[in-house]
């Protein structure tokens, strides 16, 4: 080390170490809940009360009482979610060596769904069994489950859709611009054709939601479509002898030579095929019943839907956004309660696929919300249980390397596509984009934690709001002469 270095840049080994053994989430780096820097003393260990080999119910006890607070503290996205889980569960108690929790972590990055989540049930699984993974996944998912349900009910049955009040209206802005900080996350990490590809995805999706002539819910084809494209192309490239993309393993827990762990998982292959031949049985019933056979019933509508979007999402829960703004807008909502219900999700704890409790509360209530959110979390639990057999073989696949590059890098694509589409939907005017440019600031400069960010948005648009101090309500397009006059038929 040489002596012209300054203090920041002077990291231990053990530092530089963690930041390679997880480099897409850098844990090393990462901040939790609070905003304080991860510590590793002997003082904060706690250490495993229940040895590996206890009774069951002993080991299902200490999921719980392991699981149930962490639930109401996970604020902050993906990244602070791991960050969470591993002070939680190898810091503190022992449960993972560094390298089997990076190792679970890879499964969640090679499977659709939401990952921290994925990595919340696979950590149980390892733990407890099957039983102990879903009970890991109920605690992590109540809380935000519990209000987003109640605020979906509560939005619907009192507040007009048209008018929106002033205690609401700073909170679409300020959730639009957690969207833009998580696309530029995920985008500065893309080389240069996963920015081509990503580009080309974020297009056809900004497309189908601006044309005339193109169907909104052309989606649940397109989109899929340009993930298999995205796939097929990353797959050729890797065959090429001078590939123009680097296709190593994404993080070193896909490079592990030994499958204990998943030993001790206890899933034999044969179960895991089963439990995958479920999933895609269910995928494809629900959509001949819902679409092949026209169906009519609300339910088998929000499951089908939410079911077969969660089946397509790699890259993070923003990636959801347009896909679930294409199919409930407006057949179930309006955009303004879209929009609403995105910002109370961003400020609650636990993953942002919660929000379908919201979408499908506002719907149909209470049994709505519960449909939705088994319909869209389905998908990726079912397939953790399917792949954990698997993966020992699988994660050494360079074709699944190179396909799953593909994806993830159109994913992202989708969510540049989703900045776009909410920020032509939640700002109007003046007031609107300060609540943004205030909010974005203190996410991305200031690093400050979702809930807040939200809040301060929701304050400030309140203070501009007509009914307090009245500013910044001019919208742009149509004082200043912008707007297109609709067809004469639609006059």
Known sequence: MTKDMSPQEEKTEEDVDRK????????????????DKLEESDDKRIHMKVAADAPWKDRMWEVFTTFWPLGFIAFGGPQAHVAILRDHLVVQRDWLDEEQFTELFAIGQGLPGPTSTQ????TALSRAGPLGGLMALLLWNLPGLVVLTLCGVLIDAYIDPNNPPWYLIGLPPA?????????????????????ILALFSSCVAVLINNDDD?????????????????????????????PFSNYGSPS??????????????????????IIFCVYL???????????????ENEYLEIFEIMYRIGSIIFGGGQVVLPMLQDEVVPAWMTNSQFLQGL????SMPGPLFNFSAYLGAVYQGVPGALVAFVGLFGPGVILIFAFCPFWARLRHNQDFKAILKGLNSTAIGLVGAACIILWESAISGSADAIVFSIAFTLAVVFN???????????????????????????????????VIPPPENEL
């Open 214 to 242: 193109i169907k909104a819910n052309s989606s649940q084809w397109v989109f899929p479509t340009c993930l298999a494209i995205g796939a097929l192309i990353t797959w050729v490239d890797s065959k090429r002898e001078k």
């Open 343 to 346: 910002g109370i999700a961003q």
């Open 448 to 482: 400050v934690q979702a809930p807040l960010c939200i809040l301060v948005g929701g304050i400030v648009g309140a203070l501009m709001h007509p009914d307090a101090l009245d500013l910044g309500q001019r919208a742009y397009c149509v004082d200043s002469g912008f």
């Open 119 to 122: 990595l919340v049930i696979s």
């Open 252 to 273: 070193k827990g896909w490079d592990r030579d030994t499958d204990e762990t998943f030993k001790r998982i206890g899933i034999p292959l044969w179960v895991g095929a």
């Open 175 to 195: 959730a639009i611009s957690l969207v833009f900080k998580a696309f530029y996350g995920f985008a500065s990490k893309l080389d240069t054709l996963g920015i």
């Open 20 to 35: 390679n053994d997880v480099e897409d989430v850098e844990l090393a780096e990462t901040e939790d809940g609070s905003g």
């Open 281 to 295: 049985g269910v995928l494809v019933l629900a959509i001949v019943l819902a679409d092949v056979a026209k169906i």
